[in-house]
């Protein structure tokens, strides 16, 4: 059997890398050092064969190196250390209850306070159910007002307030009680009085009263009766105040003064004249 030319050691015909070493067999042995070489380890005897996991030629199972390849055998790994057992924990010394919360005894079961089971998880809070919405309520009918109180009484003669029970006023003697006296309608001016012209006596009348010696009737906003006619002439007519009456006379319209044309004339109580469009009427 060819020995490895490094540590000696015996290997089968063919070997090329050695057993014991995994040197390379054709490698040359090392120069001799003087000293005293160790003692090469006994091989086991051959037995079982193991493959090489690199190249799954099989070799003995002592090989310590593939005979093939020359890469060392891996050797199983190691089994993994057995886990020391524990010791039980200690309970806690107090126990809060899930259901509860009331301090317990550690070790305890069943809570002291409310009998339930210390190791069952706490009930769920059930979220609250939405409350049914209020029926609307139809709105109170709003009580009539309150009718007011009566006016107190007063005399229906002078306004005096009147105290129960008086059968007269205190202020001017009115039977309480009397009706109310109309109050007085103005009296009517009293229609005018002496000579005077009434112009338009069938319409809306307008009495003008002769206080002058002399009258002018015309259109002309300075005349002292001004007619708003268009058929009357700017100086048209006067009235002149004498011992015997009140004359009237023409003084050169153009369409005349209806009587007597264009002539003096002395008025009568009730004569009425046209000048234009407009008649007048004379009173005394």
């Known amino acids: 059997m060819p020995k490895c030319p490094i540590c000696d050691y015996d290997n089968p015909e063919g070997t090329k890398a050695c057993r014991e070493c995994g040197s ?4 040359t042995p090392p120069a001799d050092s003087g000293g005293t070489p160790e003692p090469i380890p006994v091989a086991a005897p051959a037995g079982e064969m193991a493959a090489c996991p690199s ?7 002592e090989a310590k190196f593939c005979k093939s390849c020359g ?3 891996a ?3 190691p089994a993994p250390p057995a886990e020391e057992a524990k010791a039980p924990d200690a309970p806690p010394a107090t126990i809060a209850c899930p259901s509860c919360g009331a301090e317990n005894p550690g070790g305890g079961k069943f809570c002291k306070a409310c009998g339930k089971s210390l190791t069952a998880p706490p009930p769920e809070e ?9 029926e609307e309520k139809a709105p109170e009918p709003t009580p009539p007002p309150e009718p007011p109180p009566p006016p107190e009484p007063v005399c229906s003669k002078c306004g005096a307030k009147i105290a129960g029970g008086m059968k007269f006023c205190g202020e001017c003697g009115t039977p309480v009680g009397a009706p109310a006296e109309a109050p007085a309608e103005p009296a009517e001016p009293a229609p005018p009085s002496g000579p005077r012209l009434v112009i338009n006596p069938d319409d809306e009348a307008t009495v003008v009263v002769l206080t002058k010696d002399e ?6 906003e300075e005349a002292d009766v001004v007619l708003k006619d268009g058929y009357v002439s700017s100086h048209h007519a006067v009235v002149t105040k004498k011992d015997d009456g009140y004359w009237i006379k023409d003084v050169g319209s153009t369409n005349g003064t209806f009587i007597q044309v264009r002539t003096e004339l002395l008025l009568k109580p009730g004569d009425v004249l046209k000048l234009g469009q407009t008649l007048i009427r004379f009173e005394e």
């Open 24 to 27: 390379d067999m054709s490698a």
């Open 55 to 61: 190249c799954e030629a099989e070799n003995p199972a």
């Open 71 to 73: 890469k060392p055998m």
């Open 75 to 77: 050797a199983p790994p």
């Open 126 to 134: 059930k979220a609250p159910e939405p409350e049914a919405p209020a």
């Open 215 to 220: 009258t002018t009737v015309n259109r002309s």
